[in-house]
C-alpha cells in the first residue's frame, strides 16, 4: 500500500512542478491588453488560467493527502512519549563506550617550584 502511496505522491509532485510552471504571472495579462498575441493560447484567452489553476489545485490537494497518508503509514509501529525521547535514544545509542575510547597517559605533574609565589 506505501508503495502504491510513494507512487502517485511522486507522479502527484512532478504533475505539479510542470503545471506551476505553465501557468502565466499576473503580469501576462498586461501584454496581452495591449495586443502583443498572449491572448491566443490553446485553451482561448480565459480558459487557460482557470483550466491550470483547477489541475493545480486539484493536484495540490491529493500531493497534500499522500504526503499525510505516507506520515501516516511511516508512523504506525513507533511509540514515543516525546520528541527528545528519540532523540535522546538516538544519542545514546551513537555514543561511545568507554571501553572502545582509547587511552590517553595522564600528564606528569608540575613540580611545585615552577609555580610562581603570590605577594
Do not use: C, W
Request: hydrophobic content about 45%.
Amino acid at each position: 500500500m506505501e508503495t502504491v502511496i510513494l507512487i502517485v505522491h511522486v507522479l502527484a509532485a512532478a504533475t505539479l512542478v510542470a503545471l506551476i510552471l505553465l501557468q502565466q504571472g499576473k503580469g501576462a495579462d498586461m501584454g496581452a491588453a495591449f495586443g502583443s498575441g498572449a491572448s491566443s493560447t490553446v485553451f482561448g484567452s480565459q480558459g487557460s488560467a482557470s483550466f491550470l489553476t483547477r489541475g493545480t489545485a486539484t493536484l495540490a490537494t491529493i500531493f497534500f493527502i499522500t504526503s499525510l497518508s505516507l506520515a501516516y503509514f511511516t508512523n504506525q509501529g513507533t511509540s514515543r512519549s516525546s520528541v527528545t525521547e528519540s532523540v535522546m535514544e538516538r544519542v545514546d545509542a551513537e555514543a561511545p563506550v568507554e571501553e572502545d575510547m582509547p587511552s590517553v597517559p595522564a600528564a606528569p605533574a608540575a613540580p611545585v617550584d615552577d609555580v610562581p609565589a603570590t605577594n
